[in-house]
């Protein structure tokens, strides 16, 4: 009884990390339900194919058919080829883009 539940906790450990193709499915579910492409319809004017939640339903499946040391690191390599969500701007940057945006009209104080 107790190598049973040291095995499983182990195992929960190690797919901690691993995506989770439950969610992935449930996303896909959800684009095709007529609320959803309903309103992509109202916000876009066109229904969504729903092909980038095939993707990652797909890309998840892959992932979990190769070792947990190889699919973490895919994960880990992906997690940094993430851009960062602030783009930072030295003073001349932002006066040079802030004119770009906004014209010359708007000139900053």
């Not at 996303?27 to 004017?45: A, I, N």
């Not at 699919?71 to 932002?94: D, G, N, V, Y």
């Amino acid at each position: 009884m107790e190598r049973k539940e040291e095995s499983s906790s182990s195992s929960s450990s190690s797919s901690v990390n691993r995506p989770d193709c439950i969610k992935c499915f449930d996303s896909l579910w959800f684009c095709y339900s007529p609320f959803h492409q309903m309103q992509q319809y109202y916000r876009l004017g066109v229904l969504d194919n729903c092909s980038g939640k095939w993707n990652a339903l797909f890309d998840c499946f892959d992932l979990k058919r190769k070792r947990s040391s190889e699919a973490q690191e895919i994960l880990e390599a992906r997690e940094k080829m993430k851009p960062h969500i602030w783009s930072f701007r030295t003073r001349e940057e932002a006066s040079t883009y802030w004119r770009d945006l906004c014209g010359s009209d708007h000139e900053m104080e």
